[in-house]
């Protein structure tokens, strides 16, 4: 889908901004948004740049940083901390070598922080892209990873 | 109309998927098939039971059965024991301990799937939430067309939720009847009513089994609504991560659009009502409702100075009503059966139902929905199934993370609005986090300020810096370095954040800081000068 495509689907309105840039993102190989994606969502809607930026990193779901081919996202909410969540994280940052907010030497995976995933019931979790893992421990995230290696 | 000798439920989630309920169901469906029983046995994809850590469940009607952790190689033999011969497989079930970890149990006997007074989840595992012939069968849309049918004025409404003492579900518990006169009674020809389903409380997801569960249910509600304030549009703000949620809530749009009971005309009536979904972003504060206006518009998520409220000037400067998902799911049992049945739920201040989170060091994490009122014990011990391993219960963070650490002497506390404001605690969005007696409430505490630092907006400086000046206070103490003073100036600094803060997120923070201090001092080791004091008393020397 091309960037026409995407606005294609939206009014002309500002009320359409926010689903503009999720859109955008989405279908950005390096699943982030470039300058020229804000750039095009400000002409679209007829919105000064600035604004769009500054919508754009108040979202903690918008990266304006190329980001790795899978976004890991493990849930830092307190349900997940008293679970373990520490623990599976600091084995995230070693198994890809990269601390949060980076992306892994390979381009594979990049490594976030999110609030609760509301699936508290399973804690510690974390979310690989749409798929969201439950009861997590170190072991757990290995294969976890390893899988996803494997399958692409 | 086929009559089915036996109905499987398969409750499908976020866990459920993950744990294979798709291959489970296809291989259910290809047994079926290739026995030849299609017209005898429905296969069913509902909403979730509420229980987690239990892999794929599937339910047997009539017999009330359920099984839970359900493999694929297990189908072949529940379709053999129990379906052909129908008796209960007992071979796929093994216990360990009390509870049978894999295996199955007669429904409503067994922890959070015990038996409970379900009105708002009264679908949810029950009903194919994909089929609104089926969702109507059971209920749906009923009060709906007992207002086309009586021709129930929206004074009427608006009176009958104001006498069932409903209150918001969202966290502060204001009465919905008085907030929706609000909006009624304002002046201008365009309303809104606006649904917040921007859950983001941490150990919060009651909103999303509705969602996902009953999401006509909640169509339903927002056209009630709609109609008894005087509104043709309403928008439905989900969080952008609950991507299940805004595939089926879009799916009950349109086939309510299809069927009619969405769009001009409703049922051939005068009402008229429109529906949209909008997808937030990842912001916490946008839970706030003129936050969560503000992005809705298409901005950034900062709160506004209040008042004006949303009632006068809200979405697009228009009178605007913002409800909670749990609350506006009462809403068309309230209409259905009455006031007066409501108020035999519940508490006389608190009517109703109520759901809860059970999270953290219990046996059985999940999701239950209860009567306002019922004890904080009965809620962690009859249904959470108590402290798990055995150990001993140290203290349970009520209302999710701006909520309090309640210690055990609080453990009989009624769960209502009003009986947890004399205890100085809120009910907030009803998580309970349990923790045991080898949890650290620094580290908690700790957790729950990185948190609201990490979500303040920024907009106003109380909550910028006071959150996380508080975070930095508690890392000393982590660190070994915090000071006796350091823990009055966290209290200090918490009640000014509540008095000057704009929005609920700094006001609230005051709930977990103090509890924390003042129940659990002893996890706070302080040595008595600060780092700066004893570096003052070094270059004195």
Request: charged fraction near 25%; proline fraction near 4%; hydrophobic fraction near 35%.
């Amino acid at each position: 889908m091309t960037r026409r495509d995407v606005f294609e689907r939206y009014s002309k309105t500002g009320d359409n901004l926010i689903s503009i840039l999720h859109d955008l993102q989405n279908e950005n190989e390096w699943n982030y948004l470039s300058k020229e994606d804000l750039q095009a969502a400000a002409d679209y809607l007829e919105l000064p740049y600035s604004f769009v930026h500054g919508v754009a990193t108040f979202y903690t779901m918008f990266s304006l940083k190329p980001r790795g081919r899978h976004i890991v996202r493990v849930c830092q909410s307190p349900p997940c901390q008293l679970m373990g969540a520490t623990t599976v994280s600091d084995e995230l940052k070693k198994l890809l070598n990269v601390d949060f907010g980076q992306t892994s030497a390979d381009q594979m995976f990049t490594l976030e922080m999110t609030s609760c995933l509301g699936v508290c019931g399973v804690a510690p979790a974390m979310m690989v892209d749409d798929d969201v893992y439950g009861n997590l421990t170190p072991k757990r995230v290995n294969e976890i990873i390893g899988e996803i290696r494997r399958e692409s | 109309m086929n009559l089915f000798r036996m109905h499987i439920l398969i409750p499908v989630d976020e866990e459920a998927i993950q744990a294979g309920v798709f291959d489970v169901k296809r291989e259910l469906e290809s047994e079926i098939g290739k026995r030849n029983m299609q017209g005898e046995i429905k296969v069913l994809e509902t909403g979730t039971v509420g229980a987690a850590g239990k892999g794929v469940v599937l339910i047997v009607y009539p017999d009330n059965i359920y099984y839970s952790n359900v493999r694929r190689e297990d189908v072949a033999v529940i379709m053999e024991e129990h379906v052909v011969k129908g008796r209960v497989a007992k071979s796929i079930a093994h216990e360990t301990g009390e509870e049978l970890k894999r295996g199955h149990k007669e429904f409503h006997q067994v922890g959070l799937t015990r038996k409970q007074p379900r009105v708002i989840l009264d679908k949810c595992c029950m009903v194919d939430s994909h089929n609104i012939e089926e969702v109507i069968s059971y209920g749906g849309y009923q009060a709906l067309e007992k207002i086309v049918s009586e021709k129930i004025t929206p004074q009427r409404i608006i009176d009958e939720v104001k006498n069932s003492g409903l209150r918001g579900r969202g966290g502060a518990g204001f009465p919905t009847g008085l907030k929706w006169s609000f909006t009624a009674q304002a002046p201008g020809e365009e309303k809104y009513v606006i649904c917040n389903a921007d859950e983001g409380e941490p150990g919060t997801f009651k909103d999303r089994l509705i969602l996902e569960g009953d999401p006509h249910k909640l169509v339903e509600a927002m056209i009630i609504t709609g109609y008894a304030v005087g509104s043709r549009k309403g928008f439905i703000y989900i969080r952008g991560e609950y991507q299940l949620s805004i595939e089926r809530v879009q799916r009950a749009i349109d086939d309510a659009m299809a069927n009619g009971l969405l769009g001009d005309n409703i049922l051939g009536s005068d009402i008229t009502f429109h529906l949209e979904i909008k997808k937030g972003a990842g912001a916490y504060v946008c839970g706030e409702e003129t936050a969560l206006i503000e992005s809705l518009e298409g901005d950034r998520g900062n709160p506004r100075v209040k008042p004006p409220y949303p009632a006068a000037q809200g979405l697009w400067q228009k009178p605007t009503l913002v409800n909670n998902v749990e609350t506006l799911a009462n809403v068309p049992h309230i209409v259905f059966n009455g006031a007066d049945w409501y108020r035999t739920l519940g508490t006389d201040k608190c009517p109703g139902t109520k759901v809860f989170t059970i999270l953290g060091h219990v046996e059985y994490p999940g999701l239950i929905e209860v009567e306002m009122g019922t004890p904080l014990r009965e809620i962690i011990y009859n249904y959470g199934g108590g402290v798990k391993d055995g150990k001993r219960f140290k203290a349970a963070l009520v209302g999710g993370a701006a909520g309090m650490f309640l210690p055990d002497r609080l453990l009989d506390v009624p769960m209502d609005y009003e009986s947890l404001k004399e205890n100085a605690a809120v009910l907030g969005s009803g998580a309970i986090l349990v923790m045991n007696e080898d949890a650290s409430i620094l580290e908690m505490l700790h957790s729950v300020l990185e948190f609201f630092a990490h979500e303040s907006c920024g907009q106003c400086s109380p909550c910028r810096i006071g959150t996380k000046q508080l975070l930095n206070m508690v890392e000393d103490f982590r660190k070994g370095e915090g000071a006796e003073s350091q823990l009055d100036a966290m209290i200090r600094m918490s009640e000014t954040m509540f008095n000057t803060s704009l929005c609920p997120l700094g006001q609230s923070l005051i709930m977990p800081v103090k509890s924390a201090l003042e129940n659990f001092r002893e996890e706070f080791p302080a040595k008595t000068k600060t780092k700066t004091e004893s570096a003052i008393d070094r270059r004195k020397k």
